[in-house]
């Protein structure tokens, strides 16, 4: 079985991008669920109603997110009408939302997708490990096929989850820096690993933001407002193919696809 993961998407251009592109790099690579970071979607930070839809329509079959799932209040009536949008799983409880959740492909293969947020240099959060464990013993109980999206700044805390639970789930992957790391492997227990998918959106930017805007913020130190950029569109991700008896990885590799060239992957 293979498995899409999509980087951050950001604005209307990783959205539009990815309508384009997606039905084609489903086809060409035999895709049989896609799991894609939706958290910057509308406007750059945040989800609506209408955006989170657009992603369900392009062919994404969960929507995680992180520390900007909150910037949007639309997203309170995604979760309560949907569950295919989760928050990461380690905000206190009684938090809106979900977490961790069970899904099924088209072929009816179960798989449990986990949504972590990081606790190194981001704002205050229950242990990710602690959560991701507790976690990974509650899906366990349904299906061997896990995935793992660990939304975090700090590399190194992102290494640290991958052997935390490698065995443990399928794959584990970083999402947040909007920049794709060249790490992709199958650590020693099977679990597939990525630092960071990187970003669906605008590469002639900083991150996906208008790099005038950033320089002037860095040159100044003063307020800025930062818009999303518009040029160089770009989907960033992985692909990960799961033997379904076992959940074990059988492998992994870096996906880039460019708005103006064929597509193609590492």
């Given at each position: 079985m293979n498995i899409l993961l999509i980087g951050d998407i950001t604005g209307s251009p990783g959205r539009d991008i990815l309508k384009q592109k997606l039905p084609s790099l489903k086809k060409k690579e035999a895709i049989d669920f896609v799991i894609a970071n939706g958290e910057n979607i509308a406007g750059g930070s945040g989800i609506t109603v209408?955006?989170?839809?657009?992603?369900?329509?392009?062919?994404?079959?969960?929507?995680?997110?992180?520390?900007?799932?909150?910037?949007?209040?639309?997203?309170?009536?995604?979760?309560?009408?949907?569950?295919?949008?989760?928050?990461?799983?380690?905000?206190?409880?009684?938090?809106?939302?979900?977490?961790?959740?069970?899904?099924?492909?088209?072929?009816?293969?179960?798989?449990?997708?986990?949504?972590?947020?990081?606790?190194?240099?981001?704002?205050?959060?229950?242990?990710?490990?602690?959560?991701?464990?507790?976690?990974?013993?509650?899906?366990?109980?349904?299906?061997?096929?896990?995935?793992?999206?660990f939304h975090a700044e700090a590399t190194s805390e992102k290494v640290a989850m991958g052997w935390h639970l490698d065995g443990l789930v399928s794959c584990v992957f970083g999402t947040h820096t909007h920049v794709q790391t060249a790490d992709e492997r199958i650590l020693q227990q099977g679990t597939a690993y990525i630092t960071d998918l990187g970003m669906t959106g605008p590469f002639d930017s900083v991150i996906g933001r208008k790099k005038e805007q950033i320089l002037e913020r860095f040159l100044t130190h003063r307020p800025v407002r930062f818009q999303v950029a518009e040029k160089d569109i770009r989907i960033n991700g992985a692909i990960v193919s799961i033997d379904d008896k076992t959940g074990k990885a059988l492998s992994i590799k870096r996906v880039q696809v460019a708005e103006d060239k064929d597509l193609h992957s590492q």
């Open positions: 209408d955006t989170f839809e657009e992603l369900l329509a392009a062919g994404v079959d969960v929507v995680t997110s992180g520390d900007h799932i909150w910037k949007q209040k639309e997203v309170l009536t995604v979760f309560d009408n949907e569950t295919q949008l989760l928050r990461p799983v380690n905000y206190p409880e009684g938090t809106p939302g979900r977490g961790a959740y069970i899904f099924h492909t088209k072929q009816n293969i179960t798989i449990g997708v986990i949504n972590l947020l990081g606790s190194v240099f981001m704002g205050p959060i229950d242990c990710p490990f602690r959560s991701a464990a507790k976690a990974v013993q509650q899906l366990k109980n349904d299906t061997k096929i896990i995935f793992v999206d």
